[in-house]
């Protein structure tokens, strides 16, 4: 509790003119100024490094100057609580992960889970030879064996434990820009395989290291970002000391701009860094914003596979669900309760004509809402809110449900919209002009009122019609959409089943821009070109996604299906990141290979087909609460109309 004080005191005290970037606080005794504040990286002291990460790593480079106008002071006290509560300078074995005060004050009991080192757990010897029987007793196929030993070596370590899994991990590419990072988004796949196996502790390892970084005051160009934003990334640097010891520092990645600064930059990765046409800021801000809701999602997945709640229950964990759910509910200038964000903000980081109110953010803002619903500590402090986030929850799912939803009878009548209607019961709410239906969509929407999906993008005057595949999977992952329109968006996946799946699950978007759009919209973008990468590429990652959704809707043979396609190439073709073309044959031509996401997506599709009822703890059901509260904010005539039985009949269920 000392320690909780001095670094509360700590923090009060940093300075709030210029800083030097956090890189440069590494090592106190390089730099003085700095000795008494926390470092905003976790750090140990190690004496022989001998690991298979180390040949990843870079030395930090020179320090830039950085400067922030935000005052110590005003930091929120939660965040001052968090800060106190989960920051450490040394690691001394991750005892300051396990000690952090819970919510009634009693330490947390640290969670006895398989560990990674158990790998040989569940090992049988047949027949003299030795043959990986899993717990179930099945036995793993052998592309399922080279899955899981390729992605135990893509786990990264941090002062002996593991803490994420790097982004890629090719031994033979020497430019892996920063795909050996943790990517917070791109780990999921990998955490669900671990904690469905069993293996959690790497899981919560991860969940509460990044929560420490999600709370340290930040700086990008003189402009500090709000408190609760995660980083888009991290990665394990090590530090000479003296004689032949080392330090391991966690290093977040805040601001893609500075990776532009310190190091060349491979415009095909990092163009919203690089490109002055787009506002790189904002991007950054927001990715991290994004990766803050996967936080959420997974925080809940681990309560729920493991059944350690005590984790979620923490009070600085409270505090990182509070600071990221303040930050996605705080009010703008929009008029929508969907979330208003710029292009490259989620798994489509580069600029492709998705700023606005994109679906898939608007899916995964839904989901880490219903997450936070269910892991936040109602009392008087936290009780607005809860209220705040019910509320936006019912507005979230009724406007998608009846505004994003398109069908042929739908799109028929958006053909035909009058326009330039001024009054507050307009058909054509959003005044789209019919031109909008380009002749794809009119050519490709199945005849069947059982075909349907929700649009990728809705604001005035502006309806993305191209279908979006992770948007509208964790549509019917969270139930964001109602059950009717989940079962219709797994028939018209299943009907274009050769425009979405292909030769390799799934397509990212369909269909892909092309020439003078494919210019105008990407800004001529190398690398997403024409049905290649996330201008219409194909991504094996959403595989996971897609049995889960599958699963939830009762057609798990349609995700077997999918698997079986995705499994008859991966391992043949070093397991890519995406495939290119209208069908997926090719490997993308800048994919990288050996993609973690990718063997982690297929061996998590494998799993939830071997377990369906896993599944159970990773999908949301219809919640007649919400829709009951959306009922009584529409029905002017006060509580009369407010019931179940409305909310069934009134809002598209
Ligand atoms: C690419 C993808 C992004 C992913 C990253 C690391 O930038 O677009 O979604 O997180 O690679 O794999």
Redesign the pocket.
């Known amino acids: 509790m000392m320690n909780a004080i001095a670094l509360l005191g700590n923090s009060m005290m940093r300075p709030s003119k210029c800083i030097l970037r956090a890189i440069t606080r590494l090592s106190p005794s390089r730099d003085t100024a700095f000795q008494s504040h926390p470092s905003p990286f976790s750090s140990c002291v190690n004496q022989n490094i001998n690991t298979p990460y180390l040949n990843r790593i870079n030395k930090p480079t020179n320090a830039v100057p950085f400067c922030t106008d935000r005052p110590s002071s005003v930091t929120a006290q939660a965040v001052s609580e968090a800060r106190s509560l989960s920051a450490s300078t040394t690691c001394a074995k991750d005892t300051a992960l396990n000690q952090i005060i819970a919510k009634n004050g009693v330490n947390v009991k640290p969670l006895n889970v398989e560990g990674l080192k158990g790998e040989k757990k569940g090992e049988e010897v047949i027949n003299g030879d030795e043959k990986i029987i899993d717990r179930e007793g099945i036995k793993r196929n052998e592309i399922e064996e080279e899955a899981w030993r390729l992605l135990r070596q893509s786990v990264v370590t941090y002062c002996d434990s593991p803490v994420g899994t790097m982004?890629?991990n090719d031994p033979t590419d020497t430019t892996p820009l920063?795909?050996d990072q943790v990517?917070i988004?791109?780990f999921i796949p990998s955490a669900l395989a671990f904690l469905m196996k069993g293996e959690s502790e790497i899981v919560r390892n991860f969940l509460l290291h990044t929560l420490q970084l999600q709370s340290w005051e930040k700086t990008v160009d003189c402009y500090s970002p709000g408190q609760g934003l995660m980083p888009?990334?991290f990665k394990v640097r090590t530090l000479p000391l003296e004689e032949s010891k080392f330090e391991e520092v966690l290093d977040p990645d805040f601001g893609e701009s500075a990776i532009g600064r310190v190091a060349p930059v491979d415009s095909a990765?990092n163009s919203v860094t690089v490109d002055p046409r787009i506002d790189s800021h904002s991007t950054v801000g927001l990715n991290r914003k994004i990766s803050g809701l996967w936080w959420i999602i997974l925080l809940r997945a681990y309560g729920k596979i493991t059944g350690d709640y005590s984790l979620q229950e923490r009070v600085d964990v409270q505090t990182g669900i509070k600071m990221i759910a303040n930050l996605c509910l705080a009010d703008g200038f929009d008029m929508f309760p969907t979330l208003l964000v710029t292009d490259g903000s989620?798994?489509?980081?580069?600029r492709m004509g998705i700023h606005g109110h994109p679906l898939e953010i608007q899916a995964l803002f839904y989901s880490a809402l219903r997450s936070s619903r269910e892991m936040l500590t109602v009392n008087e402090s936290s009780k607005n809110l809860a209220r705040t986030i019910s509320n936006r929850l019912s507005a979230i799912s009724f406007h998608i449900r009846e505004n994003y939803w398109v069908d042929k009878t739908k799109i028929n009548e958006i053909y035909r919209y009058k326009t330039e209607e001024y009054s507050t019961d307009a058909t054509n709410k959003f005044n789209i002009y019919p031109d909008q239906v380009s002749p794809w969509l009119m050519d490709w929407i199945p005849e069947s009122p059982r075909c349907g999906f929700l649009v990728g993008n809705l604001q005035p005057a502006h309806m993305d019609f191209r279908f979006f595949t992770l948007g509208n999977i964790w549509s019917i992952v969270s139930s964001l959409a109602t059950p009717r329109q989940n079962q219709a968006i797994l028939n018209l996946i299943e009907e274009k089943w050769d425009d979405l799946i292909g030769h390799m699950p799934l397509k990212i978007c369909y269909p892909a821009l092309e020439s003078s759009e494919w210019h105008i919209i990407t800004g001529s973008d190398p690398k997403n070109t024409p049905w290649s990468?996330?201008n219409g590429g194909s991504w094996p990652t959403l595989l996971w996604q897609f049995t889960l959704a599958c699963i939830k809707m009762g057609r798990p043979e349609l995700a077997e299906k999918a698997v079986t396609l995705a499994e008859k190439r991966l391992q043949a073709d070093k397991w890519p990141?995406y495939y290119d073309t209208r069908d997926g044959k090719f490997i993308g031509k800048k994919s990288?290979l050996y993609?973690t996401?990718t063997i982690a997506g297929f061996l998590t599709s494998k799993q939830l087909l071997r377990n369906p009822e896993m599944a159970s703890s990773l999908f949301w059901e219809e919640d007649l609460e919400l829709l009951e509260t959306c009922v009584c904010v529409l029905s002017n005539s006060g509580r009369k109309r407010c019931s179940r039985a409305a909310a069934k009949s009134q809002i598209l269920i």
């Open positions: 982004a890629a920063n795909y990517f988004r791109d888009a990334s990765k989620c798994m489509i980081d580069r990468y996330h990141e990288r993609q996401w």
